[in-house]
């Protein structure tokens, strides 16, 4: 951690915070499993993420009765997303998408939720 949250000064003299896809899908799967400071405790979390306001990445193209707890960031050329993803039929995954230097942040933003819509569909199919 180099930097708060939208602190753009900071961010334009190249002081940037570093994450991986990795570590978010542990923390997420923890969070899910109920193994983060405890089950109650996890509930909680879940139903914060699952009532994220920015949804143009990982919910935007799934059905509307698929849930998804997730976590946002965004700053210039920058745009994450990472998600447990509830389906139908209980199953769940997670999903982490980070991206970086993004020129065209539309086209960046519509890539990433083109990515979740077929892993979403991949995974609908597994059931056949």
Known sequence: MLRGVEDQKAFDKGWNNTVTAYDLA?????????????????????????????NDIIPLYLPKEVQVAHKT??????????????LPDGRRYILVLLSKELENLEAGVEVLARVSETIYRFMMNQLK
Do not use: P
């Open 73 to 86: 960031g965004f700053i210039t050329g920058v745009r994450h997303d990472s998600a447990i993803v509830y």
């Open 26 to 54: 542990i923390i997420l799967e923890k969070i899910a499993r109920g193994q983060v400071v405890d089950t109650k405790s996890c509930e909680k979390m879940i139903q914060i993420l699952k009532e994220q306001k920015f």
